[in-house]
Every structure is written in structure tokens, then in C-alpha cells.
């Protein structure tokens, strides 16, 4: 049973850019989160997804980001005209209802140069 | 705001020496939970603490909640090279989804 999956596992973005980071959860899992790790940090809360339904987004910047977790394919986060101050470690996690334990994928470390 | 402080951030112990590692937490909490970072790698999950008083041990580490005073221990027993990693605390503060981590402990387990 395949684990979280993430990609990709670097990004290099200029100023300006747009990111687009996918993750695919756990088999059988349908509950979505992202985090974002920025350097000498730890995990900071995003946004909650299940299939075509974003729960909460409180952790959200409120401008140039969003996420979509259709009802096929991966959950995606994307950045619109990033920042050097987006360049962090973006973690999705998944689990199989939305109070139990949550696996991590490898992560994206977003670089914006 | 909650917040989730852990120390100390940066721990050099040498192998077969005990240590502990503490994670203190600003508000009521419903479950903690400690992870294992690798670099460059995810987050593993080693503990999940459901109440208070609850004490769960694998191998050489063992983590331990008291939920009164908002604090959560980790504790290393005669550490090997293998431990080297680093360890994050996270507390769910009754959503049932969001994680709010600590900054992470950074262990360096020297011969």
C-alpha cells in the first residue's frame, strides 16, 4: 500500500511564477491537509480537503494561494505569483476520516529565486 | 493563539546516555502527538497521546502526557546514532484535523 505521494519533490520557481503542488492521498483515504514549513520551523497548519470540498482554510493566506481536491485525480496547492517568502517545505497528509491519525507524504520544497 | 514550545531546539547527547525532551502547550488539548523527522524526509508518527497520564513506550523512547499542566515529555533511553533526527510535538486543540507543531527538536546522537 503506496503512502502519501507528493510532487514534485523540488520545485524552482522565479518571482512572479506560478506552483502547482499535487499530492495523492493514501489508498482509501478521502481527507486531505496541507502544511508549510518554513525553515527552523514547524508545521503549520493550511487547509482541511476532502473530495470537491474544502472544509477549512483558516490557515490559508488569504491572496495567491488556493487548493482544490477534485473528485479525480490529486489534491493540488497552488501558488500564484510567488514570493521569496513562499520558498518553504509545503507537506500534504492524508486520512481515512477526519479525526484519525494523519500520514505524511515526503513533501515539496519550493524554492523561489 | 496556541501555542506549542518544545526544548531544548538543538540536543548533542552521546550514545548511551538518557535525555528528555519537553513540549509544553498553551491551551486545553484533546490529543498530542510526537513525530520523527528525517532530513529531507516526512514526518513519521511515533506517539499519539489520547489522555492525561497516558505513557506509551517503543524501543528507546517513551513519551508521556500531563494534561494539567500542559506538558508532554519525551524520553530517550542509552540513545544510539539511529535516534539522530528530529522530533516534533503537535497538539490538536479539539478540531480534530489541524495540527499546530512545536519548532522541533534537533538531535545529534554522537559516539
Known amino acids: 500500500n503506496a503512502g502519501v505521494m507528493q510532487n514534485p519533490r523540488h520545485l524552482v520557481r522565479r518571482r512572479g511564477q506560478e506552483a502547482r503542488l499535487r499530492c495523492s492521498p493514501m489508498?482509501?483515504?478521502?481527507?486531505v491537509y496541507w502544511y508549510r514549513q518554513l525553515p527552523e520551523e514547524g508545521l503549520k497548519f493550511m487547509v482541511y480537503?476532502?473530495?470537491?470540498?474544502?472544509?477549512?482554510e483558516s490557515g490559508m493566506p488569504k491572496e495567491r494561494f488556493s487548493a482544490e481536491f477534485p473528485k479525480e485525480g490529486p489534491s493540488i496547492l497552488r501558488i500564484q505569483q510567488v514570493v521569496r517568502g513562499d520558498s518553504a517545505a509545503y507537506f500534504c497528509a492524508s486520512s481515512s476520516t477526519g479525526v484519525n491519525e494523519q500520514y505524511f507524504g515526503p513533501g515539496t520544497r519550493l524554492t523561489v529565486t | 493563539e496556541l501555542k506549542v514550545e518544545q526544548n531544548p531546539l538543538f540536543l548533542s547527547m552521546q550514545e548511551g546516555k538518557n535525555y528528555t525532551i519537553y513540549c509544553n502547550y498553551s491551551?486545553?488539548?484533546?490529543?498530542l502527538y510526537w513525530y520523527r523527522q528525517d532530513p529531507g524526509k516526512s514526518l513519521e508518527s511515533l506517539f499519539v497521546?489520547?489522555?492525561?497520564?497516558a505513557v506509551k513506550q517503543e524501543g528507546r523512547l517513551m513519551a508521556s502526557l500531563d494534561t494539567k499542566a500542559r506538558l508532554s515529555t519525551l524520553h530517550i533511553t542509552a540513545a544510539v546514532h539511529d535516534l539522530s533526527a528530529t522530533y516534533f510535538c503537535?497538539?490538536?486543540?479539539?478540531?480534530?484535523?489541524?495540527?499546530?507543531f512545536g519548532k522541533g527538536t534537533s538531535l545529534l546522537v554522537t559516539p
Open positions: 480537503l476532502q473530495k470537491e470540498n474544502i472544509i477549512d
Open positions: 497521546l489520547l489522555s492525561n497520564g
Open positions: 503537535a497538539v490538536d486543540i479539539g478540531s480534530g484535523y489541524a495540527l499546530n
Open positions: 489508498k482509501g483515504h478521502s481527507h
Open positions: 491551551t486545553t488539548s484533546d490529543r
